[in-house]
């Protein structure tokens, strides 16, 4: 199983940023998809997760109102909209996703590599 994020890069303050991320492999079943974070010297947080069904979502508090995450089961793929960056969001970003593989193995997580997100003027 593998996850691979795209859409990292350089934005100014204020500006708006696209990330997607691709399951691929052998996965029976995908649940529950977000994105974590790792900004430079903190530990890692959660920023956004979404349920199977994309009903239910949930957001990091500083990041409420300003991100949204959806996801397309049929690709297999999660994304994260984020709109009005600071140099504060500046860090790597990883996806991740609980899945299960086959009937014989539990639920397990699985993350990206992460990409970078710069926010600088």
Same mark, same amino acid.
């Given at each position: 199983?593998?996850?691979?994020?795209?859409?990292?890069?350089?934005?100014?303050?204020?500006?708006?940023?696209?990330?997607?991320?691709?399951?691929?492999?052998?996965?029976?079943?995908?649940?529950? =998809?977000?994105?974590?974070?790792?900004?430079?010297?903190?530990?890692?947080?959660?920023?956004? =997760?979404?349920?199977?069904?994309?009903?239910?979502?949930?957001?990091?508090?500083?990041?409420?109102?300003?991100?949204?995450?959806?996801?397309?089961?049929?690709?297999? =793929?999660?994304?994260?909209? =984020?709109?009005?960056?600071?140099?504060?969001?500046?860090?790597?970003?990883?996806?991740?996703?609980?899945?299960?593989?086959?009937?014989?193995?539990?639920?397990?997580?699985?993350?990206?590599?992460?990409?970078?997100?710069?926010?600088?003027?």
């Amino acid at each position: 199983v593998q996850l691979v994020e795209s859409g990292g890069g350089l934005v100014q303050p204020g500006g708006s940023l696209s990330l997607s991320c691709v399951a691929s492999g052998s996965i029976l079943d995908l649940n529950t =998809m977000g994105w974590d974070r790792q900004l430079p010297g903190k530990q890692r947080e959660v920023v956004a =997760m979404v349920t199977r069904e994309g009903d239910t979502t949930y957001y990091g508090d500083v990041v409420k109102g300003r991100f949204t995450i959806s996801r397309d089961n049929a690709k297999k =793929m999660v994304f994260l909209q =984020m709109n009005n960056l600071s140099p504060e969001d500046a860090g790597v970003y990883f996806c991740h996703a609980q899945l299960r593989e086959s009937w014989y193995k539990g639920v397990q997580d699985y993350w990206g590599q992460g990409t970078q997100v710069t926010v600088s003027s």
